[in-house]
């Protein structure tokens, strides 16, 4: 049972998070398949970029791939953090000064 919890979280979180980065210009679900925790969006900007700024948060960015960035969420992290995650984000989405 608890498994099924965390996994469950696992599932909700990372659906979340791809939901909230989606929402900004320039970020996109890079496949339509469906996912459990992990996803890739294309990125308006190099990695290097955003990974520099959230670092700065103390927040760990994904890993490069595919010319775009590849998202890990688990049942350790929170929907507060998702969309602080968001809201950094938002700097580099398109028509954003970077």
């Given amino acids: 049972e608890g498994m099924q919890d965390a996994a ?3 599932y909700d979180l990372a659906h ?7 929402e900004i210009p320039g970020f996109r679900l890079k496949y339509a398949s469906p996912f459990f925790n ?4 294309e990125i308006p900007c190099s990695s290097e970029k955003i990974l520099a700024a959230l670092n700065k948060e103390d927040m760990l960015g994904g890993l490069p791939a595919e010319g775009g960035m590849l998202w890990c969420f688990t049942e350790m992290n929170t929907a507060g953090e998702i969309r602080r ?3 950094i984000l938002k700097n580099f989405g398109k028509g954003a000064e970077s």
């Avoid at 979340?16 to 989606?22: D, L, T, V």
């Avoid at 992990?38 to 969006?41: A, D, N, P, R, S």
């Fill in 8 to 10: 469950r979280s696992c």
């Fill in 85 to 87: 995650l968001a809201e």
């Fill in 16 to 22: 979340y998070a791809a939901e909230k980065i989606s």
């Fill in 38 to 41: 992990e996803f890739l969006t």
